[in-house]
């Protein structure tokens, strides 16, 4: 099994900023992208940032210039800095990676972490 634990969420003004961390453990090969999607209330989730093993990047264009994903392929952890953080950032933020758990087995499988609340007042 694997688990995608996120941490660093909470209540902030707009303007402000946060970081968000993800830790994925348990039965894992290799790791290829690791990724921030988001979900507001009543509306679809959608993909933030992305992060490839070798270092690509892809953002929406809602967050581009203020949101910063990197990651640590030694610890299997990633990370978004958000800057300048607006009310309409508000939303339960969840992790992602792409990952093969065995040498054995090929298939590409997505994981999801359970989510963490990020409220940006205004």
């Known amino acids: 099994q694997v688990q995608l634990v996120e941490s660093g969420g909470g209540l902030v003004q707009a303007g402000g900023s946060l970081r968000l961390s993800c830790a994925a453990s348990g039965s894992i090969f290799s790791i290829n992208v690791m990724g921030w999607y988001r979900q507001a209330p009543g509306k679809e989730r959608e993909l933030v940032a992305t992060?490839?093993?070798?270092?690509?990047?892809n953002y929406a264009d809602s967050v581009e210039g203020r949101f910063t994903i990197s990651r640590d392929n030694i610890q299997n952890t990633v990370y978004l800095q958000m800057t300048s953080l607006k009310p309409e950032d508000t939303a339960v933020y969840y992790c992602t990676a792409d990952l093969r758990v065995s040498s054995f087995y090929t298939a590409i499988t997505r994981w999801w972490g359970q989510g963490t609340q990020v409220t940006v007042s205004s």
């Open positions: 992060m490839t093993s070798g270092g690509r990047t």
